[in-house]
């Protein structure tokens, strides 16, 4: 079945690069989604890829795909203490692009 | 531009209530979409609506869960005799067509007691 997976834990020093993995299993995905949601709050879209490309760089924000093994990741060059959040990698399966299949997070804690 | 405008944020409902949640898409959007979020969990997608149109209800639960999209006016989810479980973070969100990126409301929290 679709499923999305994410390690749930990163902690990294304020200035340093982060790098969040995810991994997905249905390869008919369309699109691939970055988002972020701070405590007691709605997720914020970050960026997201076509899966028809490898590569989106964003500001801070690099997104890497992997098609062939189905990997994808988020790298924030210049960690802030704002950047301190849960990280949610979705992808869109049906031809519409509506539902979407979230992971379970990544919680990144910045320490300076 | 306003976002995504869910309310109430917070909402407390005893055992067999019931919970309405309302989401007001962003302006020039008409695809709504429901998810919910428990505790330590990534979201889970409930239904796809569009201007009184229902697409895709298969994240729904079957029984006392439902959900509109009027001509006028919010759409709505609504909880019918609500229990333990169905406290949860409920989000809404909204995209301008089918497919397009979808962003998020701040979400309603339901706590059943």
């Known amino acids: 079945g679709e499923d999305v997976e994410q390690s749930l834990f990163l902690s990294v020093r304020e200035g340093d690069s982060s790098v969040i993995n995810c991994t997905y299993t249905d390869s008919s995905s369309t699109y691939l989604y970055w988002y972020k949601q701070e405590p007691g709050a709605g997720l914020q879209l970050l960026t997201y890829?076509?899966?028809?490309?490898d590569m989106k760089q964003d500001q801070r924000l690099t997104v890497l795909l992997n098609k062939k093994d189905k990997h994808l990741s988020l790298r924030i060059a210049d960690t802030q203490t704002g950047d301190s959040a849960i990280y949610f990698c979705a992808e869109s399966t049906n031809q519409a692009g509506t539902a979407l299949i979230f992971g379970k997070g990544t919680t990144l804690s910045v320490s300076s | 531009n306003a976002g995504v405008m869910q309310n109430p944020r917070h909402l407390v409902r005893r055992r067999g209530q019931e919970a309405r949640l309302r989401c007001s898409p962003m302006?020039?959007?008409?695809?709504v979409y429901w998810y919910r979020q428990l505790p330590e969990e990534g979201l889970k997608f409930m239904v796809y609506l569009q201007k009184e149109n229902i697409i895709d209800e298969s994240g729904m639960p079957k029984e006392r869960f439902s959900a509109e999209f009027p001509k006028e006016g919010p759409s709505i989810l609504r909880i019918q005799q609500v229990v333990r479980g169905d406290s949860a973070a409920y989000f809404c969100a909204s995209s301008p067509g089918a497919g397009n990126e979808q962003y998020f409301g701040p979400g309603t929290r339901l706590t059943v007691t």
């Open positions: 890829i076509f899966s028809n490309m």
């Open positions: 302006k020039g959007h008409s695809h």
